[in-house]
């Protein structure tokens, strides 16, 4: 895909992570839109997935460990096919299979329950290690908050991956500096996060996670490593692409208004006007 397709989707992609939140009125959507450009990029380009077989044996595995942002997730896999974008307005419903965290047993498309932070990279690396004791081909992705970086399971299962040289695995930290509550420097600061992932024995990639040339870049690199795991540092805006929610932590967690969501997809139209007019 070029970029500009990929734009246009990822517009898409926030247009239905707010409105998740708003027929929710509950959810996630800072960390949602400062992830969307990876989902997007992830699901419709890197991964090796098939919307109409979604548990094929040779698929690539993607883990949320930051699975508070599942509208994101959720979103990028309607876009992509595997359930119908309607669907999306009855997140956090009762009997709806899209809850405020994924859940693996009834989403297509999910291949780990998530929502303990600290505990999906675990999971992924799980995974890549049993790819590599049974000859396995596919490849394992997660992504990680920066402020889920504060929990220490993080680093045990960083420095697992490295001392099995499991080079089938991707990490992705989505470094938008700020959670629940304030920036990640104010609650427990992790920097520097790439020197850190560096002495973990990781092969490290520094990108503007909105840039789709860096994102494609860094993946291709990623493919090319042999003997150690990478990591892939984004640093993102939380809210990216709606006006009031940028760089803003009251929207780590809230859900807009019926005024706050006309303001909000109001932004959205207009970058998709000016997407379409390239």
Known sequence: MTNLELQRIANEVRKDIVTEVHSAKSGHPGGSLSAADVFTYLYFEELNIDPKDPNKPDRDRFVLSKGHTAPGLYAALAERGFFPKEDLTTLRQIGSHLQGHPCMQHTPGLDMSSGSLGQGISAAVGMALSAKVFGDSFRVYTLLGDGELQEGQVWEASMFASAKKLDNLCVIVDNNNLQIDGTVVEVNSPYPIDEKFTAFGFHVINVNGHDFDELRAAFAE????????????????????????????????SAPNDEQYAVAMADLEKVGEALCQK
Not at 226 to 248: L, R, Y
């Open 222 to 253: 990623a493919k090319t490593v042999k003997g150690q795991p990478t990591a892939i540092i984004m640093k993102t805006v939380k809210g990216k692409g709606v006006s009031f929610m940028e760089n803003n932590v009251a929207w780590h967690g």
